[in-house]
């Protein structure tokens, strides 16, 4: 079972950027698809992003395109969500997600069967 450690995060004024990355503790998920799912406050889990195995194949959600962008990083093991743009209305938990069935990208939440611990964004008006 891959363990995924994630950092970065915080607090942020509409308009600005932060950047989010994760790796893994023990096991790599080295060949999988990575992406990032987040919970809003009072709210459900929404799909964001998702890369391929090779960093090469990125999805996303039409509310974060133009502004986000997910990289990864083959030889350290990273993925990485950088945000810009950021608005009152991505406030949200940011959870690290790995698809140990497939190295290509979903946009479904429910194929994403290993989380982080998730990492608080808050972006105030």
Known sequence: ???LVESGGGSVQAGGSLSLSC?????????????????PPGKEREFVAAIDYSGRDAVYADFVKGRF???????????TLQMKSLKPEDTAVYYCVVDQDSGKP???SSDFETWGQGTQVTVSS
């Open 1 to 3: 079972q891959v363990q």
């Open 106 to 108: 979903s946009t479904l």
């Open 23 to 39: 790796g893994t503790s023990g096991r790599t998920f080295r060949g999988y698809a990575v992406g990032w799912l987040r919970q």
């Open 69 to 79: 962008t997910i990289i990864r990083d083959t030889g350290s093991n990273t993925v």
